[in-house]
Nanobody, 117 residues
Framework: QVRLAESGGGLVQPGGSLRLSCAASGSIFMNNYMGWYRQAPGKQRELVATITRGGTTNYADSVKGRFTISRENAKATVYLQMNSLKPEDTAVYYC???????????WGQGTQVTVSS
């Protein structure tokens, strides 16, 4: 079992920045990836960015150049630095932990990000 604790959401004006954090605890195996997904009202959940323990990253085209994902393995924590935020970035952002060796995956409860003037 892996537990995920997210923080850092909120309300920000267009062009502003936010940083999300997600700390994992529990049965964390070495071969894993962590990432962020988001779900806007009336839309399906979509990938934002993922990062493996070794630092390999993957981004959605819509956030490339604006968002940066990083992680601290010693703290089992993943971060999402979001810059140049747009109203279309408004969504509930979910942290995900997944195993690279098994189908196991876990989700956080989500944190709301609202970009509005």
């Amino acid at each position: 079992q892996v537990r995920l604790a997210e923080s850092g959401g909120g309300l920000v004006q267009p062009g502003g920045s936010l940083r999300l954090s997600c700390a994992a605890s529990g049965s964390i195996f070495m071969n894993n990836y962590m990432g962020w997904y988001r779900q806007a009202p009336g839309k399906q959940r979509e990938l934002v960015a993922t990062i493996t323990r070794g630092g390999t990253t993957n981004y959605a085209d819509s956030v490339k150049g604006r968002f940066t994902i990083s992680r601290e393995n010693a703290k089992a924590t993943v971060y999402l630095q979001m810059n140049s935020l747009k109203p279309e970035d408004t969504a509930v952002y979910y942290c995900k932990w997944g195993s690279l060796l098994t189908p196991n995956e876990y989700w956080g409860q989500g944190t709301q990000v609202t970009v509005s003037s």
